[in-house]
């Protein structure tokens, strides 16, 4: 995994997108990363190949309890430590047919760390992957959604998340906001006609609230791991990533403001530049 500092190295050395993935604990924000680390494995993915990577270890380090090597009953992901703070995947990847490289950073972050910004909107300011980001993408976790019990409390956290950092001005108008669903794997089962209809329903205010306040708002639906085999690994990851394969975000610089030219050398500058 990159450090803040290996991150910053990174950026000084050639240009890069940063993906700030935001999110409960267990919504499935590593697994989102590491299964488009498991696609490039098989090959080139979403009309990309694998490039380059320095988080290497990091990536083999969290896809490791999805293999039949680790010997676990299913495949599984460990959990992020709020004491890891603030890391990044790096993932490069290059067009198929002109070979053109993109970098991307991913954040990885605790899950609890961005629960504590919903009930504290406060904070949004202090997580820099938000302010840095050329997109955010909020995760909403399809296996709540998919439980009666639970979902008005996944939808209230992940609406009000969103407006935690958006409110604060936490995300840059320039970046673009998403809402991502994950696990969708598990929506098709018990009461699945009234969670699809809440989920369509969020879907459209998201879409709705923040079109007009950054440059694009977007949804998903993902299914990165299917333990049970009933659907293809890295289900919707493809138009996701794609998504993120824009040209880092820049920010907008005005041009200087001259102070008064109040004497003979003073207007001499402006002499110069005619």
Known sequence: MLSIADADSL??????SLVAIVGERNGGKTTLATELYERFLR?????????????????EQKSFQSRAESRGTKPDTPRTSTQDGLNFFHLAVSDQDDLQRTDLLISERAGEAYREVRDRPAMAMELVEIRKASTVTFILDGERLADGRR?????????NIARAFTDAGAVAPEAEVQLVTTKCDLLPTGSAAAALDALAALEQRFVASYSGRFAAATTFRI????????????????????????????????????PPLIDEFDRLLLRRRN
């Open 151 to 159: 979902r008005a409390e996944a939808i209230a956290s992940v609406r």
């Open 43 to 59: 090959g080139p993915f979403a009309e990309v190949v694998f490039s380059h990577s320095l988080s290497l270890l990091g990536f």
């Open 11 to 16: 950026l000084r050395w050639r240009e890069a």
């Open 223 to 258: 299914a990165a791991r299917d333990p049970e085999g009933k659907i293809e690994p890295g289900e919707g990851l493809a138009p996701l990533l794609r998504s993120w394969l824009k040209p880092p975000m820049r920010p907008h610089l005005e041009p200087p403001r001259l």
